[in-house]
């Protein structure tokens, strides 16, 4: 796990610590979408880690990593994201159909007229080459394909910002925004606007708040990896593994709730050993017993998508 003075605000840590902060956020992340849509951006109201459940318990949900409501004007999510393995990428476009799914369903109360439907923006930074093409901006809208240039506005966009792109010709300004992201030092921060940026983040890195959660999460997973080397020395078979890796999970389960019964039983059924990892990770960073779940909820479609 990286130094927390390490990272890079393509890191999810950082990115989320910046644009939640009660003092940098809301003017960092205005910033930072002026660059992407090279448009002025009124107040922002952020709800961090934005999460939508299933309508039914079997039901998938989304935690949404940045979640900014445009006052008087548009929804963004903004996805940090360095999952370059190969499943990971190959689902990114069904994995945005779905956010824009779970966005629209609640944003229209019952009653309302799809009139008043928000346009939506979802916004994935990578550092790696989503589709092959090179380019530094990819942005998807729906069209028809018989007539290409019929007008078809839904009010739903997705860009994928590549900050190593060189294809394409965006702004200097964004050029200059993607390198920051992914390399966030003071000789990257090559204009005024970077340079404020720069500042703030440098605050965050420094706010003592951060610093206790990084702490947390740091020393969460140290404590994974110490419980992992140890029932490897002493678990031989792949049935104690997973037993072991289930009772790892709940132990850290319960220091922040009540297990439901069910969840319990789910766990400890699971003897997929890669899938326990996962889930043991996702309980060291869950606040509370409905956020594993949910995070769970999102892990079980990944690996449903990649055919484990």
């Known amino acids: 796990m990286k130094k927390l003075e390490d990272m890079n605000l393509v890191d999810d840590f950082l990115a989320h610590s910046l644009t939640s902060h009660k003092i940098y956020g809301e003017k960092a992340s205005r910033f930072i979408l002026e660059c992407i849509l090279q448009r002025r951006i009124q107040h922002l109201t952020i709800i961090p880690q934005k999460v939508w459940y299933g309508e039914e318990p079997e039901s998938h949900g989304v935690r949404l990593d940045v979640y900014l409501d445009e006052e008087n004007g548009e929804i963004f999510d903004m996805e940090p994201d360095n999952n370059s393995g190969a499943g990971d990428v190959a689902v990114l476009p069904r994995r945005v159909r779905f956010y824009h799914a779970k966005i629209d369903a609640g944003n229209l109360t019952a009653g309302e007229d799809y009139s008043t439907l928000r346009n939506v923006v979802v916004i994935f930074i990578t550092t790696y080459d989503p589709f092959g093409w090179s380019r530094m901006v990819y942005t998807i809208k729906n069209s028809c394909v018989e007539e290409p240039s019929l007008p078809y506005e839904d009010g739903a966009k997705t860009i994928f910002l590549y900050t190593n792109g060189t294809e394409g010709n965006p702004p200097e300004e964004l050029r200059q925004l993607a390198q920051y992201m992914e390399h966030s030092t003071a000789e990257n921060a090559k204009s005024e606007g970077l340079a404020r940026l720069h500042e703030m983040v440098m605050e965050v890195k420094t706010d003592r708040e951060v610093g206790l959660a990084y702490m947390k999460a740091y020393e969460a997973e140290e404590r994974i990896r110490k419980k992992e080397r140890e029932k490897g020395r002493i678990e031989g078979w792949a049935g104690g593994k997973a037993e072991g890796k289930a009772e790892d999970i709940l132990e850290l389960l319960e220091e922040i709730g009540t297990i439901p019964d069910e969840l319990r039983k789910q766990i400890y059924q699971q003897n997929n050993l890669e899938i326990l990892r996962k889930w ?29």
Do not use: Q
């Not at 779940?293 to 690996?303: D, P, Q, R």
């Open 280 to 308: 043991l990770k996702l309980a060291a960073h869950s606040r509370s017993i409905a956020e594993f779940e949910e995070f769970i909820s999102v892990s079980a479609e990944k690996e449903a998508e990649k055919g484990l």
